[in-house]
């Protein structure tokens, strides 16, 4: 039995942190949350050269042929940081080239995304609530042309290739210099990652033979990637909200003194603490426990998306007026946990699908 | 990371199997209740082959085993699958036992350790009184030297098992003039004498599991103390070093929680099963996150405490986690049972009463918060997670009344 990370995933995370504290902090994380693309191709480089675009993708593509709970750990270190870019679309743009393109796609664009020479992303959502493969409407034409809109891309605007998921569950590759792709900005509320629309006309794409079986199990480590983020981002409103009562004084003592605060900050601890098993959990079962993989990785967005959101309204709480200003950073992290919470669908979702899956 | 146990351990699981295949149960029968004799001997067998009474030396009748949490952990899964006994239940094992071997005297080992660990001989444990709850050191219970013997005074509550025990082990003020925690002795004392009054203590669910125990000029030897006078609170919180059961809460928990979906299964709402209601369905898919973060967590907990390393917080989270789920399981019980949750859990069936099978739901709702509050109430929970898990500071009252 052994359910914990290794020395070197430990030493990864540690090397993210100390990254972004150094080249991010929150000073400079507000001034890309405040500008216009939210893009710092800087920093973005910098996170390249700690290697975390190819961990998952193997070693001939350039990459470091590692697995989803790696990917997962950088994703909770991003979340903690509050890092800005464009990590998770591209993560999943090259797990979906890898696992469901031809040799020749995979030889084009996986050297790539791993060194960071080009960006992907993941076009899954669409109007009304659609994310899940089975529910895509848009179609590809003769499986080599696009009408209609995508929604919610992650950084669409800077990427250089797409993933679309399309009618009949299946995946095409979109390249978004191509004719026939125009790319709007949408006003999302986490303005570290960025969102945009995409609305194909006549669009030129190329299917990823294997998409069909493949999307599942893309939107299964993004629901994996989401929970990791949300709970790197709870611990750090937990950190802040301890950091604050044990600093801020009211009555001749610090505020941490009294029993109402203290167990509300227990009570944010609790609620977020376990849950750090179930997203190791659900991203160990994506590589090594399949007849467990899709059902633990809806679980693990549900129940931590839904916890952080929570403790982020907790941690407001718990700073007092400040808390409710732009200038405490507690709203950064709230706004990060809003997006983790709808993206790829709500908690509400996940569960349904959970007791389906469970043949409740 | 890898959820099998490994070679060695999944060869130690086939030898434990092969031992219960030939001598749990007596007889190979299955249908009969043990004796008394057989569970007797059995435990005394599976002891030789050093699956019981691990932590105990053997010139204590124990078969003193290194700590192995997933030995410990393979030989729950195991027993229990058969149903064959495990080390006596209750406080004598899980807290005396383990006491006596750290800080006890030798004669005390001795005369107290092996019939214990037979399960010959039951504990009760005197620590609470009615108004020392959480401030468990402002304790007022009075014990006497007077001559060869102490006299001991007062009233203790809360006590599991008085009623059956042979002697309790007793925080008592035996320095009255120290400060709170310096006070404080670790008597043990025979619970069958003429200065002990056991009262039951009826609880809201109908049930009795616990007493009252007065002590009136209850005496008991001078030399039945653990520790030195004025060190009982320090012996009381002895740091033990035994097997912890990281994944025992957790399995309680979601075997609890199988049980609701079977209640979500078997119950209606308007002829249709309620496990087909949207908003049910929701309920139950929450509940189970809790229910896997407290499962896997146990695997954490398994894994560091297996390498001798500290799992942080998340072991401090273990009570508080449990009584949460059960709290949710119990509210979602009870909206299942609709109707039947005007039923009383302990009433005697009588003829031309409607009979329903989900009383013990309606019991559950009503435990889940006894559970919630003994061994220390959820807040004085969250007041060590706040304080030892994020370092807040102490309570000013309690920092003023600590003596510190």
Known sequence: MNFDISEEQQLLQQMIRQFLEKECPTQRLREIFESDTGFDAALWKGMVELGITGLHLEDSYGGAGLELIDLALVGESLGYGGAPGPFFGHALAGLAIQLAGSEEQKRAWLPRLASGDAIGTVALGEANGIWQPEEWQLVADGSSVLTGEKLNVPFASIADVIVVGVAGGGLVLVESSAVGVDIQPIEGVDRSRRIDSIRFEAAPCVPLPNGEAVAPRVRDAGLVLLAADAFGGGSRLVDMSVEYAKTREQFGVTIGHFQALKHQLANMAVELEPSRALFWYAAHAFDHIPVEAERAAATAKAHISDRVMQIARDAVEAHGGIGFTWECDVQLWFKRAMFDRAFLGTPAVHRERSAQLADW | ?404
């Open chain 2, 1 to 404: 990371m890898d959820l099998s146990y490994g070679k060695e351990y999944e060869d130690f699981r086939r030898e434990v199997r092969d031992f219960l295949g030939s001598n749990w149960p007596p007889g190979g029968d299955a249908d009969r209740f043990p004796t008394k004799e057989e569970t007797a001997t059995f435990r005394d067998l599976a002891t030789e082959q050093g699956y019981l009474r691990r932590s105990i030396p053997k010139q204590y009748g124990g078969s003193d085993q290194p700590p192995d949490e997933i030995r410990g952990s393979i030989l729950r899964e195991e027993f229990s699958r058969l149903r064959a006994p495990m080390d006596p239940p209750g406080i004598g094992m899980m807290m005396l036992v383990p006491t006596l071997l750290e800080r006890g005297e030798e004669w005390q080992k001795q005369k107290f350790v092996p019939p214990t660990a037979r399960g010959d001989v039951i504990w009760c444990q005197g620590y609470s009184e009615p108004g020392s709850g959480s401030d468990l050191a402002s304790l007022k219970t009075r014990g006497e030297l007077v001559g060869d013997e102490w006299v001991i005074n007062g009233q203790k509550i809360w006590t599991s098992g008085a009623r059956d025990a042979h002697y309790m082990f007793c925080l008592t003020r035996t320095e009255p003039e120290q400060p709170k925690h310096a006070g404080i002795s670790y008597l043990l004392l025979d619970m069958k004498q003429p200065g002990i009054d056991v009262r039951p203590l009826k609880q809201m669910t109908g049930g009795a599991d616990f007493n009252e125990v007065f002590l009136t000029d209850a005496r008991t030897p001078k030399d039945w103390i653990v520790g030195k006078r004025g060190e009982g609170w320090l012996v009381s919180r002895t740091t033990l070093k035994h097997e912890r059961n990281s994944i025992g809460a957790a399995a309680q928990s979601n075997a609890v929680f199988q049980g609701l979906i079977q209640l979500a299964k078997s119950t209606q709402r308007s002829g249709r099963p309620n496990i087909d209601d949207p908003a049910i369905r929701q309920r139950l898919a929450e509940i189970e996150g809790y229910v896997r973060a407290h499962e896997y967590s146990g695997f954490r907990q398994l894994t560091k405490n297996s390498r001798g390393e500290n799992p942080g917080i998340i072991q401090m989270m273990n009570k508080l986690n449990s009584t949460n789920i059960g709290d949710r399981v119990a509210k979602l019980a009870l909206d299942l049972l609709e109707e039947d949750g005007l039923l009383d859990p302990i009433a005697t069936p009588r003829a031309g009463y409607r009979p329903s099978a989900n009383r013990s739901w309606i019991t559950q709702y009503m435990y889940s918060l006894g559970i919630a509050v003994a061994g220390g109430t959820a807040n004085i929970q969250r007041n060590v997670i706040g304080e030892r898990g994020l370092g807040l500071p102490r309570d000013v009252y309690a920092e003023r009344s600590s003596g510190k």
